[in-house]
């Protein structure tokens, strides 16, 4: 079990000074841990320094499907007494402020790349929110918008299962290929939407031109 918790966390075993697991009657997973000190130096004035306590930090570490783990590390905060100088030390979890595991960001990016998951379904598979989906998406994707074509093609397609205001997606298509340039969830100008508004403003830029 302790080999498979360890795999599961993608650290070696011999980093972790304390291990413990505790699987709760709906399935979930909660994993208490404490590392290893790998680092008794200031980085700033190189001085030996000292535990100054330990806080917990509850992670989200969504890697087993259809069932919810969290980690709760007990993170050390060293201080240094020559220059008072505090700091964490280094985790292979997170990032300092972050809640999700590197592992779960990677679950949540990997399964936005298929066109049937939508960022709801993706958010309840790993336990999170549908803004933080939002948020990771926005952060790590930048996608290139293709140029308009010499004769673009509009049209609306109903979609029922839309989590937008319109249940009718905007189409932009090439008339001449039928290659799908773009799709919007939304053909309404002053919709929230930011697609919708760069679409319109391109638009209005390629007409003058």
């Known amino acids: 079990m302790r080999q498979f918790i360890t795999n599961m966390l993608n650290i070696q075993e011999d980093k972790i000074e304390e291990l413990q697991t505790i699987v709760h009657s709906d399935g979930s997973i909660i994993i208490n841990l404490k590392l290893n000190v790998t680092s008794k130096i200031c980085p700033f004035c190189s001085r030996p320094v000292k535990i100054h306590g330990y806080y917990p930090r509850t992670l989200t570490h969504s890697t087993l499907v259809n069932r919810k783990c969290s980690i709760v590390y007990r993170q050390r905060r060293f201080i240094c007494p020559k220059c008072s100088y505090s700091f964490n030390e280094h985790n292979p979890f997170t990032k300092a402020n972050d809640g999700l595991t590197h592992e779960t960001k990677i679950n949540i990016l990997k399964d936005l790349k298929h066109p049937e998951d939508t960022y709801t379904s993706v958010a309840e598979r790993y336990h999170v929110s549908k803004a933080t989906v939002l948020r990771l998406f926005d952060k790590h994707v930048d996608i290139m918008r293709k140029p308009l074509p010499m004769v673009l093609s509009i ?38 939407c930011s697609s919708a508004r760069i679409f319109w403003s391109v638009w209005k830029a390629e007409l003058k031109s």
Do not use: A
Not at 161 to 175: A, I, Q, R, T, W
């Open 155 to 192: 049209d609306e397609h109903y979609f029922p299962e839309s989590d937008m205001d319109s249940l009718y997606c905007f189409l932009l298509m090439n008339f001449i290929t039928g290659e799908v340039i773009d799709v919007l969830p939304t053909r309404r100008k002053h919709s929230p």
